[in-house]
């Protein structure tokens, strides 16, 4: 079976600093990776996927087989990334449609 | 733009009580979802829908039903609730084989007292 380790619960960053959240993963195939956010009082939404290989508001995340890792990078924090950030995994085989999430982190900015 | 909607964004229940917890999409996904989410536990698939009629139990199915009998509407319920589902619960859609995200609704912030 398939696991997703966030590391840390809370993480606190100085505004301009680089922010890096860890996501580590187990599983045996080839892993479809995503990166989903919720920031306060809206709904869980995709950030980015490693499939499409993206930057999404200044944030990427680079698939390391060796390390199965997934972390999401940003070089310079702003305010408005404080939100809950949660990575998840989807099975390589076809038609498995279901995620995996981690337990989440916490991101928060300090201006 | 695709809409998940989950009909209360609170609700207060008492235990022993059955609760429905609905959800509808408007895209046509074929794939539904229902999890809980809990602090320091992220979130838990409790149920998931391939089509109309089907169900697959999750992580942590036990004491949850769903129903589905039209495409764009899965049903949650809780046949006997406890306080330890006490929870916030997500509906999520998505279309098969295509490398399609989630799509989430809402929530429903569920208390039982």
């Known amino acids: 079976a398939q696991r997703v380790t966030q590391p840390e619960k809370l993480l606190s960053v100085f505004k301009g600093a680089p922010v890096e959240l860890k996501c580590n993963y187990s599983y045996s195939g080839s892993p479809e990776l995503f990166w989903y956010v919720q920031y306060s009082r809206q709904r869980l939404q995709l950030l980015l996927r490693h499939i499409s290989r993206e930057s999404i508001k200044g944030f990427t995340a680079d698939l390391n087989k060796g390390e199965t890792s997934f972390h999401l990078k940003k070089p310079f924090a702003q305010e408005e990334d404080s939100a809950m950030y949660y990575c998840a995994l989807r099975p390589s085989n076809f038609g498995n449609e279901k995620l995996t999430f981690g337990t989440g982190t916490r991101l928060t900015i300090i201006p | 733009d695709v809409k998940v909607t989950q009909s209360s964004r609170y609700l207060v229940k008492r235990t022993g009580e059955k609760v429905f917890l609905e959800c509808v999409q408007d895209m046509d996904h074929e794939n539904m979802f229902w999890y809980r989410q809990d602090p320091g536990l992220g979130l838990r698939l409790i149920y998931f829908s391939y089509d109309v009629k089907m169900k697959e139990k999750g992580d942590i199915p036990e004491g949850y039903s769903v129903s589905r009998e039209k495409k764009e509407r899965f049903s949650l319920i809780l046949e006997s609730a406890s306080t330890n589902q006490t929870s916030m619960y997500l509906c999520?859609?998505?279309?098969?084989?295509?490398?399609?995200?989630?799509?989430f609704g809402d929530g429903t912030r569920l208390s039982i007292l």
């Open positions: 999520a859609s998505s279309l098969s084989y295509s490398n399609q995200p989630q799509h």
